[in-house]
């Protein structure tokens, strides 16, 4: 009876293995490792009208310009009061560029970073800037770490709210190109959306008992979503109550997938903890993994694509990987 509990349990195990299986690899690496003068972590980066001269920012002040398309980087340092900023998000528009952080923090430049000044804040502001996004001459659109909205169009002067109340404190927080915004709430157990004439947030059960991560809009205007345990999942429509069957890009993985970006509308990246990297080929149908990437000490926090031959992995530990085009990605 023991030998047959024995055989019983190893095959239970077995079929776990099998089922368990890590994703195929990619069989190219198109990122490179890019060395910074920095170890904090890494939030954003934004390039001006020149396409070789671009910022990054993140934790510390950490601010970081480039003026040959993200191969070198030099710190750079803007005189503040001493405060230990946070600077979350960088947006330009030609030379007008953004910054914003916190503590409550908002950056403004006309000259594509030579020169930066402090924009005063309103004291009642709900929360700290959280993202910014140039949206043309003196105009942006400010988001807050409790999903406020706000609008400038005379270069940070005064700003009008887009939505009646804050929707409370988030975990991650993303705008479509045509402005619509999906919020995923602190503990991830639900999500909210707002898109423009709307008065306030719109909230929505979470599909599934996983917590969410992080959500972002498709190529088509949908939704994605990645979830705990290493989830994604896609909205089957519009409807934003009707989802796609859960995938799990990568079942060997208990680590969690942290950011999704589209290079093109077929070829997809998620990144994810200690060095998580996958690539959809597909439109996100089915994944293979970056195998290389697995030796970056690092968690891959964010994936920016600013056109498709120029992206960027930002990570912990002034951890940055730059897109190089291979020749069978082209």
């Not at 709900?126 to 406020?148: C, F, H, K, M, R």
Request: charged residues 20%; glycine residues 10%; hydrophobic residues 35%.
């Amino acid at each position: 009876m023991k030998i047959l509990q024995r055989i019983v349990i190893l095959l239970a195990i077995a079929c776990l293995c099998i089922s368990c299986k890590s994703a195929p690899s990619l069989g190219y690496n198109p990122w490179e490792v890019v060395t910074l003068p920095t170890d904090s972590t890494l939030q954003d980066v934004g390039f001006t009208g020149d396409s070789d001269r671009g910022w990054m920012v993140g934790s510390n002040a950490t601010l970081l310009e480039t003026t040959d398309g993200g191969d070198t980087w030099q710190e750079k340092v803007v005189e503040l009061d001493g405060l230990n900023y946070r600077f979350t998000s960088v947006s330009f528009s030609g030379d007008e560029g953004w910054i914003a952080g916190a503590p409550a923090i908002l950056l403004h430049t006309t000259d594509g970073g030579t020169s930066w000044s402090r924009l005063r804040l309103s004291s009642r502001l709900p929360g700290d800037p959280n993202t910014i996004l140039a949206l043309g001459p003196q105009s942006a659109e400010i988001s807050t770490t409790v999903g406020a909205i706000y609008r400038t169009v005379d270069g940070g002067k005064t700003w009008q709210a887009l939505v009646e109340q804050a929707v409370g404190v988030i975990r991650n927080i993303y705008r479509s190109v045509d402005g619509e915004y999906v919020a995923v709430s602190s503990n991830g157990s639900f999500y909210s959306t707002w898109e423009p004439g709307q008065t306030a947030w719109v909230q929505h059960n979470r599909t599934s008992s996983k917590r969410l991560q992080s959500m972002g809009f498709t190529q088509d205007g949908n939704l994605w979503l990645l979830g705990r345990g290493g989830v994604l999942q896609f909205s089957a429509s519009e409807d934003l109550e009707s989802w796609e069957d859960p995938l799990y890009p990568d079942q060997r993985t208990s680590l969690g997938l942290l950011d999704l970006a589209y290079r093109t509308p077929e070829e997809v990246w998620i990144s994810g903890g200690s060095g998580s990297l996958l690539c959809s080929l597909d439109g996100g149908k089915t994944w293979l993994k970056d195998i290389e990437a697995e030796n970056i000490p690092a968690n891959l926090y964010k994936i920016v694509f600013l056109t498709p031959e120029k992206g960027f992995i930002l990570g912990n530990n002034g951890v940055l990987l730059k897109y190089e085009q291979p020749e069978s990605a082209a």
